[in-house]
């Protein structure tokens, strides 16, 4: 049997992940048929450059709406604070 050497280590904190690691991995799970990804008809992507103390952002989507986003990026700040921060 081979070994199998994950790209990336996903019990890692994603502190440790590059951009291209996260986009990378998001590819990974599009292709994958059994993964979310490979069936959402919409995506956005957001980047931050905190670089010299200057915070500057930048998205890129696919298939939504303005609206769409913002009612997307409400949903996700609500489950972040759900599962990662505890909140209730």
């Given amino acids: ?4 050497i994950p790209f990336v280590n996903k019990s890692e904190s994603a502190l440790s992940w590059t ?8 590819l990974e799970e599009i292709k994958d048929e059994n993964s979310i990804f490979s069936t959402a008809n919409k995506i956005i992507i957001i ?3 905190d670089n010299n103390g200057i915070y500057n952002t930048r ?3 696919a298939g939504m709406k303005s609206s769409e986003c913002l009612a997307l990026c409400e949903i996700t ?3 972040l604070k759900q ?3 505890g909140y209730r």
Avoid: F, G, R
């Avoid at 049997?1 to 199998?4: C, G, Y």
């Avoid at 951009?19 to 998001?26: F, T």
């Fill in 59 to 61: 998205y890129i989507q």
């Fill in 77 to 79: 700040k609500t489950a």
């Fill in 19 to 26: 951009p291209k690691d996260a986009l990378k991995s998001a």
């Fill in 83 to 85: 599962n990662i921060l």
């Fill in 47 to 49: 980047a931050l450059d």
């Fill in 1 to 4: 049997m081979e070994k199998v």
